[in-house]
């Protein structure tokens, strides 16, 4: 597997219209823009940094996956995106190791991108993400 950067860094937020204040008008990073990924339940915002980006998630349903983390731990730091070449070799090479993954195949992210989750109790209780785009 070969890691090429760290894609975005996702944080769950209860507003990105309220949360990306922050991010474009204090730190002056430019909003690129929202989508909605229906089959993940999300909204995301981006805020481009060089090769990487903040990504923003307010949850459109309360029974997904982003509201269930915000009821449990409040807003924050939800995951961290790491791009790779080939997601599913990536995929692949994990589970040789024995890695426990959320996802076995990669799903349509935002973007266009594909992607698939490492569970955290194999990374330390971080939510990794792979990325292809």
């Known amino acids: 597997m070969k890691v090429l950067h760290i894609d975005h860094i996702g944080v769950a937020v209860n507003s990105n219209a309220e949360a990306g204040s922050f991010w474009s008008d ?17 909204k995301t915002a981006f805020f481009p940094v060089d090769k990487s980006e903040v990504e923003l998630l307010e949850s459109t349903d309360e029974q997904g996956p982003v509201s269930k983390f915000i009821e449990k731990k409040g ?9 790779v070449d080939d997601i599913e070799a990536a995929l692949a090479e ?40």
Do not use: M, N, W
């Open 94 to 133: 994990l589970k040789e190791k024995g890695i426990d993954l959320i996802d076995e195949k990669p799903r349509p992210g935002a973007g266009g991108t594909k992607i698939a989750f490492i569970h955290p109790r194999a990374t330390g209780g971080v939510l990794v993400e792979l990325c292809e785009r």
């Open 26 to 42: 204090v730190l002056g990073l430019p909003y690129e823009g929202e989508e909605t990924v229906e089959s993940q339940k999300v």
């Open 75 to 83: 807003q924050g730091v939800h995951h961290i995106a790491f791009r």
